[in-house]
């Protein structure tokens, strides 16, 4: 099991940015593929943004032009940018980590967008 360790998150009005940070240890972080999903109260668990080893990048359509994932390889840290953020947003956000073993989880970060 791989430990991410998530930071970022906490309550913003609609309209407003919140940036999200996923460290995981560097033999695992560079060679794998890194992702966001969110879990809203009621609803499934869903993908939002990922991004491979080589900087390749998929959204949601829900976020797309709005959210921003990249990857620093140097820190071995992965981020979220979330802009002009809706209520719908709201939701707690895991880091993922795609291991050949499968997906490792981190503990979630939650986000609050009000209206």
């Known amino acids: 099991q791989v430990q991410l360790v998530e930071s970022g998150g906490g309550l913003v009005q609609a309209g407003g940015s919140l940036s999200l940070s996923c460290a995981a240890p560097?033999?695992?972080?560079?060679?794998?593929?890194m992702g966001w999903f969110r879990q809203a109260p009621g609803k499934q668990r869903e993908l939002v943004a990922s991004?491979?080893?080589?900087?390749?990048?998929n959204y949601a359509d829900s976020v797309k032009g709005r959210f921003t994932i990249s990857r620093d390889n140097a820190k071995n840290t992965v981020y979220l940018q979330m802009n002009s953020l809706k209520p719908e947003d709201t939701a707690v956000y895991y880091c993922?980590?795609?291991?050949?073993?499968?997906?490792?989880w981190g503990q979630g970060t939650q986000v609050t967008v009000s209206s």
């Open positions: 993922t980590a795609a291991t050949p073993g499968g997906i490792d």
């Open positions: 560097g033999s695992i972080f560079s060679k794998n593929a």
């Open positions: 991004i491979t080893s080589g900087d390749s990048t």
